[in-house]
């Protein structure tokens, strides 16, 4: 034991030295204690490296570790296939998280009187408090990494067990041989560190205007960082992995969950999904700093688009989005399984390659022979046929000749966890639709949801999720299974769902499911839908005040006079006849792609002021001839209707065509459009048939449930009880 406390004192001292040449290269060797803590720039060095220590990148080797996905690689997840001892156990870093909590010892012990600007003592009181709220902080974080990774029951205790907590620092004539603290004072160590952050701390740095509370220091802990935190922590201590049903817990994680809420602004829309490189975004409550590469595009993208693929989503993960009207796939009226991946949630599409999906001009093809399949560009390819999405920049490209980079970030804390860990509380505690706090377990998921956008009246200007009111209005157990569900696809390969089952007491073992995709000789079957809603539009003329693209954004107009989703216009055009066209998109086929369909209808919604934009008085309709490569006019048409406040509805005999014109003429004015839809289906799209099979079963034993705590520590400290099992 004395041995290891010399060890353990060296260890630091070493660190601490390099800590503090990182900021200022001056020998230290000379210095006394009183030197060393003179200055701001040895003090910050401590707080640097604490910093520097996060371990700052998304974790998505856990959900090799789950039902969410496999490595691409057969027999490498060890940990899952049963092969996970106490002494071979990869999850948790122990000693990283107690080194850099006993340097946040010595910076809290020490750091009160630091000088930071000599010549304004005004500046200088502002980072005293201030970095000594981030230290606070940060000792917070470090003890929760701790105990989120060892809380658990030791064999004689029938209480949880947390993780012993230090709260100054040791020196070397100290007995090391500390026992665990129960579970609970764990959480309220923590409580007690993130309100001594939230007191002194900035609640962002998004808005403010100096050097202390600016964009610049986006990496800092904050007030909202310590809200969201200290929610985090009361979630998990309430979860029935940790205690038995405690509604005053869930009521504490619930309260404190709706205050950082209420401190980011109360419970507002989310931001869109834009593409996982925007780190001003407000929906981001503590990021680690921004860095510019493409590894991760590298690691993650699929083969053809030069990726290596390592991470193969699991058919459970892709089950688990509902359809695009909010439904699970079992109940959905959209949901449609000989083209599994139409209609679906939009976050599916966001954090998933699948086969067909076409991203930077490349189609993703998993089916059997594509070059995402195994055997293809890669010989493993993919085990699931699926590869992950989320994360990934699409700015990046990996083209030999064309390679590029982009800003990433690590996303520490969020709103949207935030908000679901108040949903989760919240029913808890008080049921779906109870608003104690101003807003509800049901609102704060319909935000996740809308900005998934699902929507289950796509026609109506109000936002529906009708499954989601069901749900919620048969109650709390119910609602609890949706939440889970909507937390699965929600953070999906950010490190949540390993923690998420075990914390739910939910079954370890899975059986993790994939596709294999083949082609089908049997004709498929196809409903007429909307081809306008992805062409390309263009016409010979648009005023410069109107957009062509508003007449294909799926607005259900009331009337003729209706603008409120824009309109197509082409003012001062007396007199002159214009069009507007459509170039279909493209789609596979079993040979490669085609972007001819077979359309028979065409429906017209037209605008008119009443004034410079009238009712046309020609209309006609013209195809692209594919075999003579002309414009022609459609044949049978039944009627060119030019009447006002409904749509125009035109039937014509069948053709197979790429593009399409709309002309319209008005003798005495210009003419409008708020609406224009093309009613078709592909004409040659490959079919595939879907065999769904096991590519791998984890073996845990429900003591797994717990992280051993490190085998070496236990040897050493004899009062360190293991979990049981271990």
């Known amino acids: 034991m004395k041995q290891l406390k010399f060890i353990i004192i060296a260890v630091v001292m070493v660190l601490l030295m390099g800590a503090c040449e990182y900021l200022d290269p001056r020998p230290i060797q000379d210095q006394t204690s009183e030197d060393l803590w003179s200055h701001a720039t040895y003090g910050e060095g401590i707080l640097t490296t604490a910093y520097a220590d996060l371990n700052a990148y998304y974790p998505i080797y856990e959900s090799y570790f789950t039902d969410n996905a496999v490595a691409k690689t057969p027999g490498t997840n060890q940990l899952a296939l049963g092969s996970w001892t106490v002494q071979n156990n990869s999850i948790g870093n122990w000693e990283n998280c107690y080194k850099n909590i006993r340097y946040l010892n010595l910076f809290i012990e020490n750091a009160k009187d630091l000088i930071y600007k000599v010549s304004d003592s005004y500046k200088d009181s502002v980072l005293n408090v201030h970095r000594m709220g981030e230290a606070y902080f940060l000792r917070a974080w470090y003890q929760w990494q701790l105990l989120r990774t060892y809380g658990g029951y030791a064999s004689d205790e029938t209480e949880a067990l947390g993780v012993p907590i230090v709260t100054w620092v040791m020196d070397q004539n100290e007995d090391l041989d500390i026992p665990r603290d129960t579970y609970e004072d764990c959480v309220q160590q923590i409580a007690e560190d993130c309100d001594s952050a939230i007191k002194v701390l900035?609640?962002?740095?998004?808005?403010?205007?100096?050097?202390?509370?600016?964009?610049?220091?986006?990496?800092?802990?904050?007030?909202?960082?310590?809200?969201?935190?200290?929610?985090?922590?009361?979630?998990?201590?309430?979860?029935p992995a940790y205690s038995t049903y405690d509604q005053a817990k869930w009521q504490r994680a619930a309260e404190a969950a709706a205050a950082a809420i209420n401190a980011a602004g109360?419970?507002?829309?989310?931001?869109?999904?834009?593409?996982?490189?925007?780190?001003?975004?407000?929906?981001?409550?503590?990021?680690?700093?921004?860095?510019?590469?493409?590894?991760?595009?590298?690691?993650?993208?699929?083969?053809?688009?030069?990726?290596?693929?390592?991470?193969?989503?699991?058919q459970e993960l892709v089950d688990a989005f509902p359809s695009s009207d909010g439904y699970p796939l079992s109940e959905s009226g959209t949901y449609n399984s000989s083209r599994p991946y139409n209609n679906r949630d939009g976050r599916f599409e966001r954090f998933i390659f699948f086969n067909q999906d076409l991203y930077n001009d490349t189609y993703i093809e998993t089916v059997e022979g594509g070059a995402d399949a195994p055997g293809g560009l890669s010989v493993e390819g993919t085990r699931t046929g699926y590869y992950m999405k989320k994360l990934l920049s699409k700015d990046v490209r990996l083209t030999p000749g064309d390679v590029t980079t982009d800003v990433h970030f690590y996303v520490f804390l969020g709103k949207n966890e935030l908000y679901m860990n108040f949903a989760e509380a919240a029913n808890e505690a008080y049921g779906p639709t109870d608003e104690s706090y101003?807003?509800?377990?049901?609102?704060?998921?319909?935000?996740?949801?809308?900005?998934?956008?699902?929507?289950?009246?796509?026609?109506?200007?109000?936002?529906?999720?009708?499954?989601?009111?069901?749900?919620?209005?048969?109650?709390?157990?119910?609602?609890?299974?949706?939440?889970?569900?909507?937390?699965?696809?929600?953070?999906?390969?950010?490190?949540?769902?390993?923690?998420?089952?075990?914390?739910?007491?939910?079954?370890?073992?899975?059986?993790?499911?994939?596709?294999?995709?083949?082609?089908?000789?049997?004709?498929?079957?196809?409903e007429e839908f909307n081809i306008a809603l992805s062409s390309v539009a263009s016409t010979d003329f648009v005023s410069s005040w109107e957009d062509v693209n508003s007449i294909k954004d799926g607005f259900e107009p009331e009337n003729s006079a209706d603008h409120n989703h824009g309109i197509y216009g082409n003012w001062d055009s007396s007199g002159?006849?214009?069009?507007?066209?459509?170039?279909?998109?493209?789609?596979?086929?079993?040979?490669?792609?085609?972007?001819?369909?077979?359309?028979?209808?065409?429906?017209?919604?037209?605008?008119?002021?009443?004034?410079?934009?009238?009712?046309?008085?020609?209309?006609?309709?013209?195809?692209?001839?594919?075999?003579?490569?002309?414009?022609?006019?459609?044949?049978?048409?039944?009627?060119?209707?030019?009447?006002?406040?409904?749509?125009?509805?035109?039937?014509?005999?069948?053709?197979?065509?790429?593009?399409?014109?709309?002309?319209?003429?008005?003798?005495?004015?210009?003419?409008?459009?708020?609406?224009?839809?093309?009613?078709g289906i592909q004409t040659s799209p490959a079919n595939y048939s879907y065999k769904y099979e096991t590519v791998e079963s984890h073996i845990y034993q429900d003591y797994m449930r717990y992280i051993p705590v490190p085998y070496t520590q236990t040897l050493i400290m004899k009062n360190l009880k293991q979990n049981r099992g271990w």
């Open 202 to 239: 900035p609640n962002d740095y998004l808005t403010g205007a100096d050097e202390y509370t600016g964009l610049m220091n986006r990496g800092r802990g904050s007030a909202l960082a310590a809200m969201a935190l200290k929610a985090r922590a009361y979630l998990y201590a309430a979860s």
């Open 266 to 314: 109360g419970l507002s829309d989310l931001d869109d999904f834009g593409n996982f490189n925007e780190a001003t975004s407000s929906d981001y409550i503590w990021i680690y700093p921004t860095w510019t590469g493409n590894w991760m595009e590298s690691t993650y993208y699929p083969p053809s688009i030069y990726g290596n693929g390592e991470c193969n989503p699991s």
């Open 576 to 679: 002159e006849k214009r069009y507007i066209q459509y170039e279909f998109p493209e789609y596979l086929t079993s040979e490669g792609t085609s972007n001819v369909y077979t359309i028979s209808q065409s429906n017209v919604y037209w605008f008119t002021d009443g004034g410079g934009i009238l009712l046309p008085d020609e209309v006609s309709i013209e195809y692209w001839n594919e075999e003579s490569n002309a414009w022609e006019e459609v044949k049978n048409y039944s009627a060119y209707g030019k009447t006002a406040d409904e749509w125009n509805v035109t039937t014509f005999d069948a053709v197979e065509t790429s593009k399409i014109r709309l002309y319209m003429k008005s003798n005495s004015e210009s003419t409008g459009v708020i609406e224009w839809q093309v009613m």
């Open 438 to 526: 101003g807003f509800s377990a049901l609102q704060a998921i319909q935000k996740i949801r809308k900005r998934a956008g699902i929507d289950s009246n796509p026609s109506s200007e109000e936002y529906e999720d009708e499954y989601l009111d069901q749900v919620a209005s048969l109650g709390t157990d119910e609602f609890r299974e949706l939440i889970k569900n909507e937390r699965r696809i929600e953070l999906c390969f950010e490190g949540h769902r390993f923690w998420d089952i075990r914390r739910w007491n939910e079954p370890l073992n899975h059986s993790v499911s994939g596709v294999k995709i083949t082609f089908s000789d049997e004709p498929l079957e196809q």
